[in-house]
């Protein structure tokens, strides 16, 4: 994903699906033929709005500036018996995860979760009937036609939960982009302080076996963030879906045991449900220790932990044939 495209999660915008086109009012005029029978043609159908899965999206920046989206109206019925052409659909792409909501009515319209998953966000009208579809045994030239029947207009609002199969959870600087970098070649910004990375990055291994594990980047998270501390929880929801996490600890730190506890606890305020993935604990950062430090080794902890370095690539192998093996 390219850093110069800002990042947008929500977004609030108007869909119009395409009005019906109107019936006709005709009669056939021809040589020789002195009174001609009706002969007027239906409107054609008002085009949809659609939404479609794109894997290649990942924002909803396009939407920041193109705030209405209007599918095509249904063409008039024509004499002759001619029927008006239906309005073409809007196809709209929008990145894997968009969640699509109601704004009036605050209720979910529908997700998108798959490449080319459609979903139409707002109907087009029917066309209305010409005057030929009137004309019975008693009246065999009626001068009423219908009106197209207007199109659905909707205030929608669209959600971004990123979809991947592996959220990085860790503080501030404890090398989370940088782990990223180095089992995707993704190019996260990295800097040596807290808050560098200020919305979700997303990286891809692509495995022998031609498995893409698609993985997600987080901004830190600190004690109390539930509360609103830092960047606060926000971002949670982009690793909500992901199926398995890594709990980054910087090595060098005081209390890896207390850093493991705030980030477990962290979680559990933003969703319990979070809790009942699988986990890896990693440790980030041995090249700076000479020797592992015993409370790190020592840990009281049920997952499975990994000492690595991201910056040097130390046992990054290790960690990936790991999550090789929870995607099979
Ligand atoms: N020595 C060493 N430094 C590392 C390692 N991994 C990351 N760093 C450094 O730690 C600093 C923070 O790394 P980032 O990858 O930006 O950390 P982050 O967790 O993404 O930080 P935020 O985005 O601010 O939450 C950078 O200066 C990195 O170069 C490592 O394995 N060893
Ligand atoms: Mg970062």
Redesign the pocket.
Known sequence: MDKKVPFIDRVKIKVKAGDGGDGCISFRREKYVPRGGPDGGDGGKGGDVVFYGDPNLWTLLDFKYKRVLKAENGKQGKGKNMTGRDGKDLLIPVPLGTIIWDADKDEKIGEILKERERLIVAKGGKGGRGNKSFATSLNRAPRIREEGEKGEQRNIILELKLLSDIGII????????????SLTGAH???????????TPNLGVIRTDEFRRISIC?I??IIKDAHRGKGLGLKFLRHVERCNFFII?LDITSEEPLNDYEVLISELREYNPELLHKKRIVVF?????VGEIPFKARNLKIKEKVFF?????G?NIEELKGEIGKWIK
Do not use: H, R, V
């Open positions: 860790g503080f501030p600087n404890s090398g989370k982009s940088t782990l990223l970098k996260p910004e990295i800097a040596p302080y807290p808050f560098t990375t200020l980047d901004p830190g980054l980030n950062k041995i090249d700076l690595i370095s991201a910056l040097k130390t």
